[in-house]
């Protein structure tokens, strides 16, 4: 899902499993308010299973419930990220003045001399 015409805050995060979830939010109180939940989510589901005595969290449980309580989309991709000499690329979107976008990012830190191109998706 493309980032709403509104957005002017996004970021994304890529769980373990390779699920990834993105916040769109049109203000910084917006974006504050969709942190602080997601934190509040992520202590309670990791607290809750501790209590339980439970060894892995249930499949797309969490995130699930997430989705729900902000209104918001899981996105995934089809294929397995591209490798670059910096370690596994990072999958991006976006929305730019041009439009959306999207592509897998290099691992190099921002500024980085040697940084590699970034293999954009059409």
Request: aromatic share 6%; hydrophobic share 40%.
């Amino acid at each position: 899902m493309a980032a709403p015409e509104s957005t002017k805050f996004q970021i994304n995060y890529k769980l373990g499993d390779g699920t990834l979830v993105n916040i769109y939010a049109t203000s910084q109180a917006e974006l504050e308010a969709s942190l602080t939940s997601i934190a509040d989510l992520s202590t309670l589901v990791t607290s809750t299973g501790t209590a339980l005595g439970a060894t892995a969290q249930p499949s797309g449980g969490a995130v699930a419930y997430a989705k729900k309580a902000l209104g918001g989309t899981a996105v995934t991709t089809d294929t397995a990220a591209p490798d670059c000499k910096h370690g596994s690329m990072a999958f991006r979107s976006g929305v730019g003045q041009k439009g959306p976008w999207k592509g897998w990012m290099c691992a190099a830190p921002k500024g980085a001399v040697d940084k590699c191109e970034t293999v954009w998706i059409r």
